[in-house]
């Protein structure tokens, strides 16, 4: 498993690889920005996290949302992975790779009827259901189509991850899940609703979290309450204990998966219920990277900025969350090391992957931005009209395009002019 962002991109002859393939090489081929995935490091995530759970009746449902390209999931899917999605739109990915539906869990706040009924039709696992009237719609929806739901309640556990705000999701102030003394009650009315069949629990209390011991206290929590229904006589398949651990963007150390795990199967010790884990970014993130070129630098009076070819079209998590991600150029080269700006093209004074960069480059140069495989393609957008980047997988010796780089007329494909403007063919001049 990959521990420290570089370590996805060594210098080999004083250039950078991923796996054994030249980073230059990929710019060559395919263009940039480039997203660049390693098989071998998304592969070593995925078993770091099955050695963690060796000798445990556990299901590891991979976050589509972190990454969500074809060829990802067809990766996850051929090692035996569940997968955890948040629309009908995830869950058509997952059937179009021959993901098993069966190992599919359904989060989200906002389930429409048609995603509800599509989700049933495939035969999931389990709905994580966030709301009462979430359940109510549930029910009506099976009930229709002359089915049972599999539910678990998303409960805030209430615990403090510890992490940014905007990815810290289990506090009583979220919008998701439903408190967890609120939860008996709903369980109850579950219960008692014919075309919903309880099966588990579930709860996710944020992202990036680096210290395991807010997971065990959560997962201990979610276990007092499988023991008060029991009591009840309502009888829990499964605790899900969520995603969320953190991978290194920087300096700061992330736990393996062992290690992240421990304190909470500790507090699971001797249970029975199976346990179904949500893990995105710690699966993708440190095994991809955005590969983008130099076009301009501009030496300003107070500052100096590398203008790339990416920008927070690309990676929004920059703009979004102030994160952090290690930028390093593809070849180094001798001559002044300067403190720069990494932005990108896009109108925004928000729009930088980088600040206060110590880098030696020139134009032209190519510079790789670490730790960019969760939540970089899946967030990006066309804003300005900028048609998303290629990405490739490298396996080996190889680099496979797995997603062309869009067309500008693909970005206009789906637009219908207005009648009386219809686009005609332009004036000859004069
Ligand atoms: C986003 C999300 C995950 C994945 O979170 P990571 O921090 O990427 O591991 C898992 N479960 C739910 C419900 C989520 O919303």
């Not at 967890?180 to 099966?199: F, G």
């Not at 869009?406 to 009386?420: K, S």
Request: aromatic share 6%.
């Amino acid at each position: 498993m990959i521990t420290c962002p570089g370590e996805l991109a060594p210098h080999i002859a004083g250039e950078r690889h991923v796996e054994k393939v030249a980073l230059t090489d990929v710019a060559a081929r395919f263009g940039t920005p480039c997203y660049v995935y390693s098989r071998a490091a998304l592969t070593a995530a995925w078993q770091d996290y099955q050695q963690a759970l060796a000798g445990r009746d556990a299901l590891v449902c991979y976050a589509v949302k972190a990454n969500a390209s074809l060829a990802l999931l067809g990766l996850f899917a051929r090692l035996g992975a569940g997968f955890d999605i948040v629309s009908g739109g995830e869950l058509a990915r997952v059937l179009a790779v021959g993901g098993s539906a069966t190992r599919v869990v359904f989060s989200g706040v906002g389930k429409r009827h048609d995603e509800i009924a599509a989700a049933l039709a495939a035969g999931i696992y389990c709905f994580n259901v966030e709301s009462a009237s979430e359940l109510l719609r549930i029910d009506e929806v099976a009930r229709v189509h002359g089915m049972q739901a599999p539910v678990a309640l998303r409960v805030n556990p209430d615990v403090d991850p510890k992490t940014h705000p905007y990815i810290s999701t289990g506090l009583k102030t979220a919008k998701f899940g439903v408190a967890i003394d609120e939860a008996p009650e709903l369980y109850r009315r579950a219960a008692a609703m014919s075309s919903l069949r309880v099966r588990g629990i579930a709860c996710h209390i944020g992202s990036q979290l680096l210290d395991p011991l807010p997971a065990a206290e959560a997962a201990a929590k979610v276990a007092q309450l499988a023991d008060l229904l029991h009591g009840e006589g309502i009888i829990i398949d499964h605790l899900d204990l969520g995603g969320g651990k953190g991978i290194a963007y920087g300096e700061e150390s992330a736990p393996s998966a062992a290690d992240y795990l421990a304190p909470l199967l500790q507090a699971l010790a001797g249970r029975r219920e199976k346990l179904v884990f949500e893990p995105g970014r710690s699966l993708v993130g440190n095994a991809g990277l955005l590969l983008t070129r130099i076009e301009y630098l501009k030496h300003g009076r107070e500052r100096h900025f590398a203008i790339v070819d990416a920008a927070m079209n690309d990676l929004m998590r920059p703009a979004l969350y102030d994160a952090w991600h290690e930028i390093v150029p593809v070849r180094e080269r001798a001559g002044e090391v300067r403190s720069y700006d990494v932005v990108g093209p896009v109108c925004e004074s928000g729009d930088f992957l980088g600040q206060c960069r110590a880098l030696t480059v020139e134009e032209g140069d190519l510079l790789a931005v670490l730790s960019a495989g969760a939540y970089g393609m899946t967030m990006s957008s066309n804003y300005n009209t900028r048609p998303r980047a290629a990405e490739v997988l490298i396996d080996g010796e190889t680099a496979i395009l797995i997603r062309r780089r869009e067309t500008i007329a693909e970005l206009m494909a789906a637009e219908l002019p207005l009648p009386d403007v219809a686009p005609t063919t332009p004036c000859p001049p004069g």
